[in-house]
Structure formats: C-alpha cells, structure tokens
C-alpha cells in the first residue's frame, strides 16, 4: 500500500520507458530514477497544487524536447535576425551538448541495465545493448563536434 507521503494517491503511475509500477515518490522531490531500467523521471507539477502529479516524464525525453524547442529557436532567429553563419554554428554546437548527453547518458544506462526504447519500441537482451552502443557512440559524437564547434 502507498504511504500517506506519496505523491500519487489515486492510481500507481509507471515509468515513462519501461512501464515499471512506481510505489512511492517523496513529496519533497520532483526527480527519481525508476528502480528497474534506472532512467531518470521528472514530476512535472503546479507550483500550487501538490495533491497529486500532473505528468510524469522521462528526463531523457525532456531534454530530447528542450533540444528540439531551442534548435527551432535557434533557426527562427538565424531567419528573422539575420544572425551571422558563425554566431549560428556556435550556437548550434552548444544545443549539440543538450542532445549529446541525452544520448550518451540513456546509451550508458542501456549498456547497464540491457534495456532500450528507441522511438515506441521496447527492446531488451543483446539487441537492446547494440542500440545502447549505438547511442553511446552518437552521443560522443555530438559531444566531439560540440569541441569542433566551440573552438571555431
């Protein structure tokens, strides 16, 4: 049963990659990992209400939307501004950084735990590791042209 100090006092929520039930999230904290596929969760709540969640979300994926939000807004300042190519390459390279450690954090905690979810599949066992590889390595990838792009 849930303790009076959970957050969710209605239904048991899942993890947002795995689906693992969460039995209890402190009301103190909005971040926690899941206790099976370790990826990191973030309660998104009102600052007013604190009577229950109202989205739980992947970290991981959270940082994938903050990098897409920021990359669009990067482009409609290049258009509108008329920002300098330079000026539009380092900026570019810094939101390189956002999508670099997202990739190589869910890659190191595929590796860990052999389970990955790419897109709307769930994969686990020696494929998932592949993936996880492959995200790791992409994401020292992005983080090397992230160097590239800072030292131009």
């Known amino acids: 049963m849930l303790s009076p100090a959970s957050a969710f006092p209605y ?6 990659y795995c689906g693992h039930l969460i039995d209890h999230w402190p009301r103190d904290t909005n971040l926690q990992s899941c206790q099976l596929c370790l990826r990191p969760m973030v309660l998104l709540r009102w600052p007013t209400d604190w009577n229950g969640p ?3 979300r992947g970290l991981l994926d959270v940082g994938f939307a903050l990098y897409g939000l920021l990359t669009i ?16 390459a380092k900026g570019f390279s810094v939101l390189l950084f956002i999508v670099g450690s997202v990739l190589a954090a869910d890659g190191v905690l595929g590796l860990r735990t052999g389970m990955d979810k790419t897109g709307k ?6 494929g998932a590791r592949v993936f996880a590889g492959g995200k790791l390595a992409s994401g020292l990838a992005a983080i ?3 160097c590239v792009g800072l030292t131009l």
């Open 11 to 16: 239904r048991r929520p899942g993890c947002p």
């Open 121 to 126: 599949r769930f994969r686990s066992g020696p």
């Open 73 to 88: 807004g990067l482009v409609a300042t290049f258009v509108v501004t008329g920002l300098s190519p330079h000026a539009f």
């Open 54 to 56: 109202k989205r739980l």
């Open 144 to 146: 090397l042209l992230l």
